[in-house]
């Protein structure tokens, strides 16, 4: 069977296929649209993606992402920021969300997902022991578990909660309440559902 479009152009759309979220058509419209703009706009996408790797990494501390010439997270080092007041999420961007409330004053700690057997994500691949050694050492009063409002997320919030108790720790627990619909993620939630969610929390 004959192909219907030059093999540079199908390979564009395959990779941008292979994004979550993008599907064919919209894969097709994204290669197409870098086709007929300057190519400059393509050298530049393509020189971003490069970078990805080599210029981010996490933190050790929070697991955060930051950049490859930084040390540690900058919200974990700045003084300002209340280190006894722990927020754990589940992914990075959840930070991002969670800071557009300008409501946080405390620090972060990032999981690395949510306990998922479907997907093959256990408690041991998530960056529980290391959060433990942070109540101990940093004397944190509370820790908020924000993690997502989804059966995964509900899981590794009960698995942290047992964990923490499990240990001795004396802390604070609380959850995020429950204006955040069941299903959404915090990278999609509003801001201002946020800000309520982290006005409300409750013990947990």
Known sequence: MTQLL???????????GNLPGVGSRTAERYAYYLLRSDK????????????LHSGVKNCPVTFALIGADESISPLYSDTSRDKSLVAVVEEPLDIVALERTGQFNGTYHVLGGAISPIDGIGPEQLHIPELLKRIKKDKVSEVIIATNASVEGESTALFLQKNIVDSGIKVKLTRLARGIPVGVDLEYAGQITLTHALEGRRLF
Do not use: G, N, Q, T
Not at 6 to 16: K, R, T
Not at 40 to 51: E, G, W
């Open 6 to 16: 030059p093999s540079a152009l199908v390979d564009a759309i395959d990779e941008l």
């Open 40 to 51: 400059h706009i393509s050298k530049k996408l393509a020189d971003a993606v490069l970078r």
